[in-house]
Each structure stands twice: as C-alpha cells, then as structure tokens.
C-alpha cells in the first residue's frame, strides 16, 4: 500500500466507498464522479501508478483485470458496456493507481 494512494486507501478499508465487487486481487466500486447510470472503477489491489508503470511480471494481472470487469459486467446483466483506461496525466488519469473504467446503463 502507498500511504497517500486514496484508491490503496479504499482497499485497505481506511477510506469508505461503495463497494460493488471484491477478490483477492482487486475491488470494483463506483466512481465519485460518474458520467453514467453505471460507472464502476475496477482497481487492482496491487499497486502500479498507470499502465505504463505494469511490466511484464504483470500480464496475468492486466489479463484477470479485463475479466473481473467481464464478470462484473456479466452480473449487472449489462447487453453492452465500455471500459476505459486514462494512462498518465497527459491521458486524463487523476489517481495514481492503474484501474479501468466500466460505464454502461442499467435497464
């Protein structure tokens, strides 16, 4: 955990969230600033700045990552959704931790 990570925070319990899934490797909870009726971050438990910080000892990370939001998708029923990924500033990333974006619409 980096002390002044706010999404190591949420992991480790010492800042609230709404918590909408979690494993071993990762938790999915919503965003504070959705720009949808479903907007999920799905953060890996371990922590990589962006995804140009993850090398290749973490392939099977950013693998399970994409899955985790298809089973979270999955379990909201969603017929269609998208996921996002902001790397770096330049990119509109505004935490430094890595996590993906899934927004859709709940029917």
């Known amino acids: 955990m980096h002390e002044d990570c706010v999404f190591c925070k949420i992991i ?5 969230a709404d918590m909408e899934y ?8 919503k965003d504070i ?3 949808a009726p479903l907007h999920l971050l799905c953060v890996p438990k371990k922590h990589i700045v ?4 993850a090398t290749e000892a973490d392939r099977g990370l950013l693998g399970d990552l994409l899955l985790t939001a298809q089973k ?12 996002a990924m ?5 990119g509109g990333q505004v ?3 890595m996590h993906l974006h ?6």
């Open 22 to 29: 979690e494993d071993e490797k990762f938790a999915v909870f």
């Open 95 to 97: 935490v430094d931790h």
């Open 12 to 16: 480790a319990k010492e800042l609230p």
């Open 102 to 107: 899934l927004i859709g619409t709940i029917e």
């Open 86 to 90: 902001n790397v770096n500033r330049e």
């Open 72 to 83: 979270v998708a999955s379990g909201k029923r969603l017929p269609g959704y998208k996921i």
């Open 50 to 53: 962006s995804l140009s910080h």
């Open 33 to 35: 600033k959705p720009v």
